[in-house]
């Protein structure tokens, strides 16, 4: 007997496959001394639910978390979290004064910025500095001038400044070039920084696959995101450290029935059958966050076996060939999973639909309901808490 399923469609979360990965991630990375590790919730903890993967988090000894926006950090103070936080994405007229308030610690990418945050008071503040991600960050030509801005602040005891930090470009690519050339740049950075006389608590570069792969990168803290969700930062390169992804999306199949040689299935008949065949009507689409590209490339898993998703994804639905067989409605369909059971990951459905796991994971939500589960507790329903996505 499959497990029944409480929704028509659903992301169970178990925390306890979170905490598990924390607790990995930081022996990994305290092996060789002392190095702090962050865990990154932002965009809604990559789907899996900020708060209560930060709890997760927290729990397993996270000693930071870090967010996009203000908005998320407010968000995990008002749900209690009172530990170390940072944010790093702010936009004009974005609330710094609430965040300062708030105990998190704020990012200043330009002198702008900073003067912005000076002037609040009694703000922990970090520079990030653009070490070749051409992205956020102060750019090479003007590491000095925000150092000596920041050295300024600090001496007038406007702000403090605890950190200093950059982002890798292609740390899921270990032979790529711009690794030794980003961590370098940010060696440099530093030393910038100290002759100006600044003094930062924390200084970190590190993501997971840089975490995994990049020992010499990891300074004082790394920034683990999607590793704390058990995928795999960079598939086909990382050692298995024994991660175990935390989520699994599933639905109750809605019906199943019989189609003959040259039906053609969904929108367009993308596919047509060449043999009578069987398939199942699952109740969930691209208005949950679905890939419209998994039409005809991804499988879910039905009774045992792998069923190659027909036609195209729908909004509310997709078609899934049953190879004869006809489960009764309200069979279980695992869309992907952690993989124990031989079920498809989000790994295997990124392959499909050539992107990324963390792509797969964060864009679902819509009218999926999350539940949060702990594998480690005891008694089955006692630790479940439920919400929708959105
Ligand atoms: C999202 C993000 C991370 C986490 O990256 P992962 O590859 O998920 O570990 C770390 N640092 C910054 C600045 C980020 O934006």
């Excluded at 890939?291 to 039905?302: D, E, K, Q």
Aim: glycine share 12%.
């Amino acid at each position: 007997m499959p497990d029944p399923v409480p929704h028509r469609a659903e992301i169970v979360v178990d925390v306890a496959a979170i905490r598990h990965n924390v607790r990995i991630l930081k022996d990994l990375v305290s092996a060789d001394g002392p190095v702090q590790l962050m865990t990154v919730v932002k965009a809604d903890g990559y789907g899996h639910g900020m708060v209560e993967s930060a709890a997760a988090a927290r729990e397993a000894g996270a000693d930071w978390l870090g967010v996009a926006t203000i908005d998320e950090a407010l968000a995990l103070r008002a749900a209690g979290d009172r530990g170390p936080l940072l944010c790093w994405l702010s936009a004009p007229g974005d609330d710094f004064a609430g965040a300062v308030a708030a105990g998190v610690e704020v990012t200043a990418y330009t002198v702008a910025e900073l003067d912005e945050v000076a002037a609040i008071g009694g703000a922990r503040v970090q520079l990030k500095v653009d070490t070749g991600l051409s992205r956020g960050g102060a750019a090479r030509a003007d590491w000095e001038a925000l150092f000596a801005a920041a050295a300024a602040h600090g001496a007038a005891g406007r702000v403090r400044v605890s950190g200093i930090w950059s982002h890798f470009a292609a740390s899921d690519e270990p032979a790529h070039p711009a690794n030794d050339a980003q961590e370098a740049a940010f060696r440099e950075a530093l030393r910038l920084a100290e002759d100006a006389g600044l003094d930062p608590e924390v200084t970190h570069l590190a993501n997971s696959a840089a975490a995994i792969l990049r020992p010499s990168s990891h300074f004082d803290l790394v920034r683990c995101g999607i590793a704390s969700y058990g995928l795999d930062p960079a598939p086909g390169v990382s050692p298995g450290i024994g991660l175990r992804p935390a989520m699994t999306v599933r639905a109750r199949l809605v019906m199943s029935k019989t189609i003959h040689a040259g039906d053609g299935v969904s929108y367009g008949h993308t596919w047509v059958a060449d043999r009578d065949t069987t398939v199942g009507v699952v109740p969930a689409g691209y208005g949950e966050g679905i890939p419209r590209a998994a039409g005809n490339t991804a499988s879910v898993w039905v009774e045992d076996s792998l069923r190659p998703i027909r036609g195209r994804v729908c909004m509310d639905q997709l078609v899934v060939d049953l190879h004869g067989e006809l489960p009764p409605a309200g069979t279980e369909v695992v869309l992907f999973g952690p993989g124990d059971l031989g079920e498809p990951t989000a790994q295997d459905w990124a392959e499909a639909v050539g992107t990324i796991s963390y792509e797969i994971v964060t864009r679902l939500g819509g009218r999926l309901v999350r539940r949060h589960v702990d594998s480690d507790a005891v008694g089955e329903t006692a630790d479940e808490t439920e919400g929708t996505t959105r």
